[in-house]
Structure formats: structure tokens, C-alpha cells
């Protein structure tokens, strides 16, 4: 390989490394700083200003790009989870322990800025396509309320995990209260439940 032709992969693979950090960097800082400027991110990467801007200009590009690798991790996780074996039930309760390990790893994401609600979606697509089929399935077992279309019961848990990170990001809730409250939540609304009938 030349010297030519190796300064500018040298360059590059520079380049992705210091992009790496900087998300690295970002993920931890604003899960403990929700508030952190993007010059304390930069100290927190161990580059520059210049260098964070050249990669992400604005708050909201670094903030979309650090949620993109937790969504990776999220699926593939999902995906080892194996949804579509055992009962919907049980596999039910393995998606809201990924969500409380996942929420427990990454706080910032208890801390995220209102979105487009189409856009949010869009993002976390890899994540509720999986929850979708599993309401599906258990809708079609009879272990999972019928009452509701599944994709009412899908947007649902979505609003109740907004609302989790709402509460904490106020100060209402601390995370650990917020996160078993989404999961009862979720549980209660997804499951099939026996009617109590009144008392004569």
C-alpha cells in the first residue's frame, strides 16, 4: 500500500474513532447530565469542539445518532430474546425485562426532547416490529386483550414509555419507580385479565 493511498484510510478510520467516542461520550454524559452542553461532551470524548461539530452539528443530529446505536443494540437484543418462542406471556415478560435492563443501561433515554410523532416511530421501528408481532400473536392465543386493534395496544406501551421518561426527567419519579410503573403498566394493559363481577 502506498503512502498515498494510506494517509487517507489513516484519516478516515481517525475520523470513525473520534465519532465513536464522541457518541460514547454523549450516551453516558447526557444520561447523568440530561442538560450537558455540547462542549462538555466534547471534554467528556477528549476532542475538540471543531471535532464534535464536524460530525455532529447540532444537538439534536448527535442526540438522534447516539438514540440510532441504542436502537441497534435494542434490536439485536430483542432478537436474541427470541419473542416468537414460549407462550406470548412469557415472552411478553422477557421484552419488559429487556426494557428495564435497557432503560437501567441508558438513562439518557429517559431524558429525551419531545418528537415528531411519525419520526419516532420511524425510529424505533426495529424495536416495535418485534413487540407488534408478539401482541399479534398473543391476541391470536387469547392470552392478550382482543378488545383493543394491536396497533392501539403497540402506540400505547409507546405513550407509556414517554411517559416514564416524562416523569423522570421532571422530577416527579426517579427512574427506578418510573421503569417498574411503565412495566406493570404495560403488563396490565397488554395481558387478558378475569372481570371481577360486583358484588349483589
Known amino acids: ?3 498515498k493511498t494510506g494517509a487517507p ?3 478516515r478510520s ?3 474513532r473520534s465519532a465513536e467516542s464522541v457518541l460514547e461520550a454523549a450516551i453516558q454524559t447526557l444520561g447523568e447530565r440530561p442538560d450537558a ?5 466534547a471534554a467528556a470524548a477528549g476532542v475538540s469542539r471543531q471535532t464534535l461539530y464536524a460530525h455532529f ?3 439534536d443530529v448527535l442526540i438522534q445518532a447516539a438514540v440510532a446505536r441504542i436502537t441497534t443494540e435494542v434490536a439485536a437484543a430483542i432478537d436474541a430474546a427470541r419473542l416468537d418462542e414460549d407462550s406470548a406471556t412469557a415472552a411478553l415478560q422477557r421484552f419488559l425485562d429487556l426494557c428495564w435492563h435497557i432503560m437501567q443501561r441508558y438513562p439518557m433515554l429517559l431524558h429525551l426532547p419531545p418528537a415528531d410523532p411519525a419520526e419516532d416511530h420511524d425510529a424505533h421501528a426495529p424495536i416495535l416490529g418485534p413487540l407488534d408481532q408478539l401482541i399479534r400473536r398473543g391476541q391470536a392465543t387469547g392470552e392478550f386483550d382482543r378488545h383493543c386493534a394491536p396497533e392501539w395496544l403497540l402506540t400505547a406501551v409507546m405513550v ?7 416523569e423522570v426527567s421532571s422530577g416527579r419519579m426517579t427512574a427506578e419507580v ?3 410503573s411503565f412495566q406493570y403498566s404495560a403488563r ?7 372481570v371481577r363481577q360486583p358484588d349483589r
Open 1 to 3: 500500500m502506498s503512502e
Open 37 to 41: 452542553s455540547l462542549e462538555y461532551v
Open 178 to 180: 418510573a421503569i417498574a
Open 160 to 166: 407509556l414509555g414517554h411517559a416514564a421518561g416524562s
Open 188 to 194: 396490565k394493559l397488554i395481558t387478558v385479565h378475569s
Open 57 to 59: 452539528p447540532t444537538r
Open 14 to 16: 481517525d475520523a470513525l
Open 9 to 11: 484510510r489513516r484519516r
